[in-house]
Each structure stands twice: as structure tokens, then as C-alpha cells.
């Protein structure tokens, strides 16, 4: 049985190789500074839909990324490692979206994009740490979600059985297709870039990306059409502009502040009813807690 | 997350060699292939943005990947159930890594499913794979013997074997036997054709075969009944899966333990004939052996990386009076030695490389036309200059890979003798570079026959004429009488005919011609590329010395005092 996948991934700034300048002095993210890679638990995603592809012969995976034109360098990263092709959600009025615009607006890609059967992706990105698009879509797109999959043990006849890792322990449970598994860090790692691949694909571009090339390298993609990658706006998938974007985002960010833990503010309590009484109430009082 | 590739800057100096434009130019037949193949390049600028993209890939799984299991690998070890190798458990995930990265038949033609790559990015990826881990690159390496099926065994034979070893079957080459090792006209493996089956018959004993259990063997088998010598010797191709072969042990070794030596028992076992009867030993091991040898070239180069880079990182870490032990001059000075030589071994190891390159594509291009008169030229300078370098490089390269990994150790201290720290096993691990595929002495006795016939004194000719940056003029002029000190020792020694005075200054010969080559590839590298004045520098004053002590030692040296060695 040959399937439709989609993978849903983002770009993000390497927050893993923080160096000195990775923040800026009013505390946002110096992005210049950090570079800009696949999210490591869409790349488990990845290999999850490359082993449900290695399993059903003729299956076909599209990356589905949501983020600046430069985006499509993910896509082909994935292609290299055995996607066919990806598709990059850009606009500038998808900017500053948090993650129920995000959602929505890669709810409605995956509307257009139309017929799927399975829509996997990252636990959570490694720059925002929410966990909150993948099930979120799921919800928009009126979706059964598996969250936390370590492992897609099996899908066939319409249903799909994952292992999922959780605090306490792993769960194996069964999801009717189509739907939406977030796939952990705990997953096994994505398979390499293949050789033959990147050379197959390197000048896969984007349209805008297209419009900077020689025109030797044009004349190539124009010959080859796996290597056009597609770029698709807001309009295009039909968003309503005042549920994308800022606009869209009732997340607002009120204050962003530094916090330097230092020795000196370590305490030392006493085992003893009283001061664990003390302790909680002040933690209480000041929101550290409740 | 370490990169072997971008992490090492003198790599992309090499690949990026003047003289890769037309190597690529004729690998790629002006670049014909791009009509037939999705992954084929249209332009050389097209063709080296693919190298280095590979490159990186390699040099990922490298750094991520193998390098990280190399201390299991080497705790762990492969072993053998019911006749059968089982690697050890990072092993076989190295082995997945490289496999699902396109990376086995690197250099074999694109109809075969391979990449026709040139062997220098080959080379480069075993020069990064082997400073992860020099146990596993036996077990990868050993590709290379695909190229022997290619260049000898027939259409047939190529369809059905290349593309699996594309695809990731593994390969070994069995030549050693109990009673033939350096000596292998001793072989004594007995081949009998079965007329009834249309194949052949194996039966004996092999040992010492590293990954013996692969999935495709060349094996080395007497097929000439009654004959005694190399010239009853034929080539054969066993496959695993028609069985017959059973690993009895393997060896526990002092170091590469990832890598499975084994014995092998031959019961019976089918094989098919690899080119022609009586060849095996004198035309087809030659040219395997020649392949490997660049192969343990590599894998030296490699290891004196790892070495190098071990212990450079200690010496800035590691505190003594006060201060990091690498601002004693004792310590920087050993440092700056490791760097020349590991920076010379490698100038050297892509020299040779590129010299195999060109001859062997001008030999299959040869297997597609005849070749102009210009070019046939080309192939014998080339090819000439391949079998002269190629034992250099393996003899002088695995050295100078012991003598790092002796200083790596050595800079770690008391903490480098215990397993705790990398230099231990890489210390292991580099030993056995100077041994098989060939002893250094058996370099010798190969490159030796260069110093004779002037091989290298007119390849030292050709360097002189080079363009280089004005500021090594005054080095070049040193080398030059360098130059003359060598040519006057060679003169001494033959100028008697003596063949055992000969062999007994062979090795200082050899490395007096290996020192002016390698000052002079170094010095040509820094007019390239200024992070190599250093090295260049270091090396020279260090090769100056070292040529002088050994013409000395000629010059002074009484032949009739012979003697006093041999009751030793």
C-alpha cells in the first residue's frame, strides 16, 4: 500500500551550541549568531516516515515548513535523506505567529495540500519548546493526535499502532488513519544524508530561490522538474487574515527578562515542618509556584 | 556533533589540487554521463561542489557517528557464532550509517549504480574514517577490492557483483595462509575445477583475513596442480552466499580489535574464476596490494591525525608549574614535529593518490579506445610514478603514524598509559600500519628499485622547477644540495654492484628520497596555502637533519664492515 505522508518541520536557530552572543542585551535571540538547522525531533519525525516509505513501496513524503523563504534549505536536507519533495508556507503576514496561528495557518496547507494519510512531525521545536502545534493541527483538522511516538510499530488497514514514550514508562496504542503523531527525541535517530542523493537534488530550489540562479542552473531545474520545490502563501491556502500572524496571536510577550542563577542565592532549609511550611508559602507568594 | 571534513581544513587543500580539473575531466569523459544519469555532474565546478557535499556527509558520520563508538567497538570486539563473524554492536551501526549514505563503490562507475568518484575523495573519506576509528575502516575499505573484479574479472562477473558491493555487501581479500604471508608464492589453498557445476572448488586453510566472513571474497588458491611457485597461482571469487567457507577463530589482537581477523576453513566451496588461470599472484594480488597499500596509507594519515589532535588537546588543557604544558618547549616542540610529519605524510598520501588516479583512468579509458600517443605517454609517467610513490607513501606514512602515536602517548604522561584517554588505543591501533599489506621493510624493497633507476631523484627535478612563493627560494636552494647529498649516496652504494650493501642501505636511501619529496610537496603547499608555512618550515629543518645523519652514515660506512651486523 503506497501512502501520503506529510512532515511537518521547522528551521530553527541551533539553540543547542549557545556561544556568548547567542542573546542580544535586550534578551531576544541573536539569530545572526546561531545557525540555522532542522529541528532535531522533526528529524525523528523524518525517519519514522522514511521507515513507514522503506515499509510501503511507492509511498511519497512532502515536507511541509512554515517559516522564511530560506526554509527550503530543510526541505532539501530531508530530500537528501529520502523525502520526494516540500513544500515552504512563507509570507510576511505569517510573521510573529504564535503557536495557535502557526497551527492554523499550516492546518490550512494541509487542507489544500489534500489528500494524506498520515501527518507526522516533532514533539516540539527546540527554539519555542511548546509541544503545541502538532496537536493543535490535529484538533483544527478534526484529527485522532498520537503524541510522545517513539516507534511506528505497524500501519495497515487503516490504523496505525505506535509505541509511545512517556515519563513513566512506554504505551502501545492504535489511532485510526488518517492522523497526527509528534514523534520524540527518543525516536531513533534520522539516517544520513545519501550520496547520490544530494547530487541528484542539490539544486532543488524554491521559485524565489530559482530567480537568483545562473542561468545555467536555471535551464537545469526548468529540464528537471523534481527540482522545483514549491513555496506557498498565505492566500494560496486560504488563510483568513486575522487568525495568521501577529494578528492572529493572542500570545503577546509582555517582558523578557534574564535570570542568572549565582551560589549566592542558594538557601539552606531546615528538615523540619516549619521552615518547609515558610518555604512553600513564600514560593507561593512570589508565583515560583501555585 | 563534529565534522572530520569541516573541521580539518588541509582536506579541501588537497581535494582542491590544481590537477583534480583533469582528473575529473577525464573520469567523467568530458562529462558525457550528465545526459544519462540524474547524479552525474555537468561541469567541474559542478563535479567538486559533489565531492565536497559527500565529503561533508562522510565526514559527519565520522565525527558523529563511528568516533563515538570507537571505544565500545574496541572493548567490545566482533566474535563468532556456528562459524559466523557477529561485529560488535557500534561496528554494525557504522557499517548501516555508511551504507544508507551511498557510501561503498565510491569510485566504481556510474552502470554499476556507483559514484565515479576520483580515489582522492575516496582516499579523503578513508583518511577521516580511519581518524574515528582505524579498527573499522579495514571493514569498509575493503571496497577497494571491487576494483580488482572491475579491472579483471569479466561483464558477467562485474553485473552480478558490483552493484551489491554498491549497495552495501562487504568484501574481503584472502591471501594470507598459515605457511605464506610475506612470501605468498607459498600459497597452498587448493583450487579444483568441478566440470559437472561449471565453477570451482575451494579447500583449505586461510589466516590472518581481516573481515573474512564478508559477503565477497578474492581468494588467492593454487589452481596448477604440481606446481610450487607464484606462477601456479589463480584468482577466485567466493560469495557467501553459496557457503563452504566457516570462520574457525578469530586473533585477538593488540589493537584494531573492531576489525574481525579471522581463519578461515575452505570445505569444498564453490568459486568462480577471476580472470585469467596463472595470474593471480603475479598480475592481480599486485594491483590489489597496490590499492591497499594506498589504502593503509590512509588510514596511517588518519591515525596521526586522531594522534596529533589528542595530544594538542591535552597539552593545552593539562597544568603544570602553573602553566598549560604546552608552553615548554619540550612539549611544543614534539607538537610541532607531530604536525610536520602528519602534514607530510598527507601531502604525500594525495600526491600518490592523484598519481594512481590518473594512470588507472587513463587505463580504462583505454578499455573504451585506443589512446593517443600523448596520452599513452601521460599513463606510463603516471603509472610509473604510482608504483614509485605508493610504497613510500605506505612505508614512510605508517612510520611517521607510530611515531605520532608514540608522542601522543607521551605528551599524556602517566594518564596516557591508562585506558582512560584515546591515545592508548590509537597507540595500539597505529601499530599494526607499519606491518601488513606489507612490512616497511617490504616498502623498502619495492621503492628501493626507484632510488636505482632515479624515479624519484627526476620527480625531485620536476619539484625543483616548480613555481613556489619567493620567500622559500633559500629553502629550495638547501634542498638542492640536499638533493646532491642523495644523489652522491645513491652513487656510492650502487657504484659497488654489491646487491646485499644494497639492501642494507636501503631504507636509509629511501627515506633520504622520502624526506627531499615530502620538503618539497610541503613547500608547494605553503605557496598554495600560507597555513602550511609552519609545517613546511619544521618539516624541512627536520628532513635537512635526517638526510644529512643518513648520508653520513653512508658516506663514512666501510661495506667490508658488514659482517658485524649479520652475526646479529
Given at each position: ?290 | ?68 563508538n570507537a571505544e565500545s567497538v574496541d ?41 565515479n568518484f576520483s580515489l582522492v575523495p ?421 628532513a635537512k637533519a635526517e638526510v644529512a ?20
Open positions: 500500500m503506497s501512502l501520503n505522508i506529510i512532515v511537518l518541520a521547522k528551521q530553527v536557530p541551533d539553540t543547542r551550541n549557545v556561544g556568548k552572543d547567542a542573546m542580544k542585551e535586550d534578551g531576544t535571540i541573536n539569530r545572526a549568531a546561531l545557525p540555522a538547522i532542522f529541528n532535531p525531533e522533526d528529524l525523528n519525525a523524518l525517519e519514522q516516515a522514511l521507515r513507514l516509505k522503506d515499509a510501503n513501496p511507492g509511498s511519497t513524503i512532502t515536507l511541509l515548513t512554515m517559516g522564511l523563504p530560506r526554509a527550503s534549505e530543510i526541505i532539501r536536507e530531508a530530500i537528501y535523506r529520502g523525502a520526494d519533495t516540500g513544500i515552504v508556507l512563507t509570507d510576511r503576514t505569517l510573521g510573529g505567529a504564535d503557536t495557535l496561528a502557526t497551527s492554523y495557518s499550516l492546518a490550512q496547507a494541509v487542507k489544500k495540500f489534500g489528500n494524506y494519510d498520515i501527518i507526522l512531525g516533532g514533539r516540539q521545536a527546540i527554539d519555542g519548546d511548546t509541544a503545541q502545534v502538532g496537536p493543535q493541527i490535529a484538533e483544527k483538522l478534526g484529527l485522532p493526535q498520537v503524541t510522545y511516538a517513539e516507534e511506528i510499530l505497524d500501519l495497515k488497514d487503516g490504523k496505525v499502532t505506535v509505541k509511545r514514550r512517556l515519563e513513566s514508562g512506554v504505551e502501545t496504542v492504535v489511532a485510526p488513519l488518517p492522523c497526527v503523531v509528534t514523534v520524540n527525541g527518543s525516536a531513533a535517530e534520522c539516517r544520513p544524508r545519501n550520496a547520490r542523493r544530494i547530487q541528484k537534488y542539490k539544486y532543488a530550489v524554491s521559485p524565489s530561490e530559482k530567480e537568483k540562479l545562473s542561468d545555467d542552473l536555471k535551464a537545469v531545474v526548468e529540464k528537471r522538474p523534481y527540482l522545483n520545490l514549491q513555496e506557498w502563501s498565505a492566500a494560496y491556502v486560504d488563510a483568513d487574515p486575522q487568525q495568521i500572524g501577529l494578528a492572529g496571536s493572542p500570545t503577546k510577550v509582555k517582558a523578557i527578562e534574564n535570570v542568572v542563577f549565582t551560589a549566592k542565592e542558594s538557601r539552606t532549609i531546615e528538615n523540619n515542618d516549619t521552615e518547609l511550611e515558610d518555604l512553600v508559602k513564600e514560593l507561593i507568594a512570589n508565583h515560583t509556584i501555585g | 556533533m563534529a565534522n572530520f571534513y569541516n573541521d580539518n581544513p588541509s582536506l579541501k587543500h588537497h581535494l582542491t589540487h590544481p590537477l583534480m580539473r583533469k582528473i575529473i575531466e577525464l573520469k567523467e569523459r568530458n562529462y558525457t554521463d550528465a545526459e544519462k544519469y540524474d547524479y552525474a555532474p555537468f561541469n567541474y565546478d559542478d563535479a567538486m561542489d559533489s565531492y565536497e557535499k559527500v565529503l561533508e556527509i562522510a565526514g559527519e558520520i565520522s565525527g558523529d557517528i563511528v568516533a563515538p572493548h567490545e570486539g566482533p566474535h563468532v557464532v556456528d562459524g559466523r563473524v557477529i561485529y560488535a554492536e557500534g561496528t554494525q551501526k557504522n557499517l548501516d550509517a555508511l551504507v544508507k549514505a551511498g557510501l561503498m563503490g565510491i569510485s566504481l562507475p556510474r552502470r554499476y549504480n556507483g559514484l575516496y582516499i579523503m573519506a578513508a583518511d577521516m574514517v580511519s581518524r574515528a576509528d582505524a579498527g573499522f575502516v579495514n571493514i569498509w575499505g575493503l571496497q577497494d577490492c571491487a576494483e580488482t573484479i572491475y579491472e579483471f574479472a569479466d561483464e558477467d562477473q562485474r553485473q552480478r557483483y558490483l552493484p551489491r558491493v554498491c549497495a552495501g555487501e562487504t568484501m574481503a581479500m584472502d591471501l594470507t595462509e598459515p605457511d605464506a604471508g610475506s612470501d605468498l608464492q607459498a600459497v597452498m589453498l587448493k583450487a579444483t575445477p568441478d566440470e559437472e557445476n561449471g565453477c570451482w572448488r575451494l579447500n583449505g586453510v586461510k589466516r590472518f583475513i581481516t573481515n573474512g566472513d564478508g559477503n565477497i571474497a578474492l581468494v588467492l588458491a593454487r589452481s596448477e596442480d604440481g606446481t610450487k611457485d607464484g606462477r601456479g597461482l589463480s584468482m577466485f571469487i567466493y560469495d557467501k552466499n553459496d557457503g563452504g567457507v566457516t570462520v574457525r577463530r578469530i586473533e585477538n589482537k593488540m589493537g584494531i580489535k573492531g576489525s574481525p581477523t579471522c581463519e578461515l576453513v575452505f570445505k569444498n566451496a564453490k568459486a568462480e574464476l577471476c580472470g585469467s588461470r596463472k595470474l593471480g599472484l603475479i598480475k592481480y594480488v599486485m594491483a590489489l596490494m597496490n590499492g591497499a597499500r594506498l589504502g593503509i596509507a590512509a588510514q596511517s594519515v588518519g591515525v596521526s591525525e586522531a594522534a596529533y589532535r589528542e595530544a594538542l588537546d591535552y597539552a593545552r588543557d593539562r597544568r603544570q608549574f602553573g602553566k598549560a604544558i604546552i608552553e615548554f618547549p619540550a612539549v611544543y616542540e614534539m607538537l610541532s614535529v607531530m604536525k610536520a610529519k602528519l602534514d607530510a605524510s598527507r601531502s604525500l598520501l594525495y600526491e600518490t593518490t592523484r598519481f594512481v588516479d590518473m594512470y588507472k583512468t587513463y587505463e580504462d579509458i583505454a578499455r573504451e579506445r585506443s589512446l593517443t600517443p600523448d596520452e599513452r605517454a601521460e599513463m606510463k609517467k603516471y603509472s610509473r610514478l604510482a608504483d614509485a610513490f605508493t610504497p613510500l607513501v605506505k612505508g614512510l606514512g605508517s612510520e611517521y603514524c607510530n611515531q605520532n602515536a608514540y608522542d601522543s602517548v607521551q605528551i599524556h604522561g602517566g594518564s596516557g598509559f591508562m585506558k582512560d584517554y584515546a591515545c592508548e588505543r590509537i597507540y595500539r591501533d597505529a601499530r599494526i600500519t607499519s606491518i601488513y599489506e606489507g612490512t616497511t621493510q617490504l616498502q623498502v624493497v619495492a621503492a628501493i628499485r626507484h632510488v636505482t633507476t632515479g624515479t624519484y631523484l627526476n620527480q625531485i627535478k620536476a619539484y625543483e622547477q616548480e613555481a613556489i612563493a619567493d620567500e622559500y627560494a633559500p629553502v629550495r636552494e638547501q634542498l638542492v644540495a640536499l638533493t646532491e647529498k642523495y644523489a652522491a649516496a645513491v652513487e656510492k652504494v650502487t657504484s659497488t654492484k654489491d646487491s646485499e650493501y644494497l639492501d642494507f642501505m636501503a631504507r636509509r636511501l629511501v627515506e633520504m628520497a622520502g624526506n627531499i619529496i615530502m620538503s618539497y610537496l610541503l613547500l608547494l603547499d605553503a605557496t598554495r596555502n600560507n597555513e602550511f608555512d609552519a609545517s613546511a618550515r619544521v618539516y624541512f629543518n627536520m645523519k643518513h648520508a653520513e652514515f653512508i658516506d663514512s660506512f666501510d661495506p667490508s664492515t658488514i659482517y658485524l651486523y649479520r652475526k646479529a
